[in-house]
């Protein structure tokens, strides 16, 4: 077996993501928080409780030591927009204190920090307008932004707006489980079209403040593949190609929003992102079914020959990671790969997808496309939304009741991976070996 270093360029990022509302724990005032407390929402009545316990037990700083001891030096975390703006007119400078306080702490740590402004919840107060369906939710969002922003500046400058909009969108409002648990097109449409709205504010509000930042979106690419010949099953991939993977992003290039049942010109968006984020976890094969009204009358499954994770949430296609970068360089900026990751408490399935990606992403550095740092979702094991503590996406594993860490044989292989700054032969033998023979040529 010949054997293989598969190196980064120096100055890549080696990290991993989590969110405020995953992790903090105690986000009393947030649509997620009351979601929990309605009865059939999360699976098994799971409830977010203390999460990680960041927040009360600052649980950060023994999680933020165990990346930096395994040679992570970035970092992706994100702002609680419901503690730092408690009520409409009321903000708490000491939420944004503790904020301060973590990326001094990454930054003790020699570690970068990437800062998410909106991933997913939302002020409770904000729902009760109407949230995101609300036109005055761009602005309302911009007034955040600019206190986070001010009071965050001089300990960071990488920025996402806002996490997986599409994924938010569809949710929330399309039958996806979030709050506020709707389940209609026109609502759903509209939500994206202000939240391209509420992106572009926010880039103009954080540049204002900030002239040399880096401001992009974690954008969630999804492969849909067709699965078989019906050209209703090509339109059927067209659409949700259109609607889901590009409308948003277009928006932010060109200025136009076409998510087809809803055309928009959203002018001030045009050239508002300095990086390309991308959030990958699979691809899926689609046919049209007739019998699926509810489900746009497509059915939606993984590729007989692909192994699943876990709970089948998601299959190991790395050759969709390759498309979704493919995709990501259409528009011509740095790329930071902001989430990539599997549910898998037995670290099994996980090591494999791991290696499997990193070597397809080593692959597509090679080829110059511009891949600047890959955050791996997550850190520990948190609170995975509609889904509770039934999936474990952590690198180490938390058992939520006395909040102890579990170092999962993955820990030990990023930490090789973040030193060497590369990916050999000799790490996918010992931590993976059943992924060789996909990673080299024999
Ligand atoms: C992404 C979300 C992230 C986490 C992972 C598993 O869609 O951005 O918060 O739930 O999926």
């Not at 969002?141 to 569809?170: D, K, M, S």
């Not at 990958?280 to 007739?290: A, H, M």
Request: charged letters at 25%; one cysteine or more.
């Amino acid at each position: 077996m010949p054997r293989a270093i598969f190196n980064f360029p120096s100055g890549f990022l080696w990290g991993t993501a989590t969110a405020a509302h995953q992790v903090e724990g105690n986000n009393l005032n947030n649509d997620w928080w009351a979601w929990e407390q309605g009865e059939g929402n999360i699976r098994n009545g799971d409830k977010s409780g203390k999460a990680c316990d960041w927040w009360a037990g600052r649980r950060w700083r023994e999680d933020f030591d165990r990346a930096s001891e395994t040679f992570q030096n970035a970092h992706r975390l994100s702002v609680e927009w419901s503690r730092v703006q408690p009520e409409p007119d009321r903000w708490d400078e000491t939420a944004l204190d503790r904020y301060r306080e973590m990326l001094l702490g990454l930054k003790e740590r020699g570690m970068i920090a990437m800062l998410t402004l909106h991933h997913f919840s939302n002020p409770q107060w904000l729902m009760e307008m109407g949230g995101w369906e609300n036109d005055e939710a761009v602005t309302l969002f911009g007034a955040f932004v600019r206190r986070a922003v001010q009071a965050l500046a001089p300990h960071c400058n990488l920025w996402v707006t806002i996490n997986e909009p599409n994924v938010y969108a569809t949710g929330a409002y399309l039958g996806g489980g979030f709050p506020p648990g709707r389940n209609d097109m026109k609502a759903a449409l509209k939500v994206l079209s202000n939240l391209v709205k509420a992106h572009a504010l926010a880039y103009q509000v954080i540049h204002e403040i900030q002239p040399n930042a880096q401001v992009g979106v974690a954008h969630h690419w999804r492969g849909f593949i067709a699965g078989d010949w019906n050209p209703l099953t090509r339109q059927a991939v067209r659409l949700y190609d259109q609607v889901f993977n590009n409308s948003f992003a277009q928006a932010l290039q060109t200025g136009r929003f076409d998510a087809r049942m809803l055309r928009e010109a959203i002018p001030q968006a045009k050239g508002t992102q300095d990086f390309i984020g991308l959030n990958y976890y699979t691809r899926e094969t689609i046919r049209f079914d007739l019998t699926r009204s509810k489900d746009m009358y497509t059915r939606r499954f993984f590729r007989k020959d692909l192994e699943l994770s876990e709970g089948g949430f998601l299959a190991n296609d790395p050759e969709g990671f390759k498309q979704c970068i493919e995709w990501g360089n259409r528009f011509g900026l740095p790329i930071y790969i902001t989430e990539n990751g599997a549910e898998d408490s037995k670290d099994d399935f996980r090591r494999k997808y791991l290696v499997e990606h990193v070597h397809q992403m080593w692959h597509m550095v090679n080829f110059n496309f511009p891949i600047k740092g890959y955050f791996h979702w997550s850190l520990v094991d948190n609170f995975e939304w509609e889904r509770g503590w039934t999936q474990r996406f952590g690198l180490w594993g938390l058992n939520e009741e006395t909040q102890a860490r579990v170092r999962r044989p993955s820990v030990d292989l990023y930490a090789e991976i973040c030193r060497a700054n590369a990916l050999s032969s000799e790490m996918v033998e010992k931590w993976a070996s059943a992924a060789l023979n996909r990673i080299m040529p024999v």
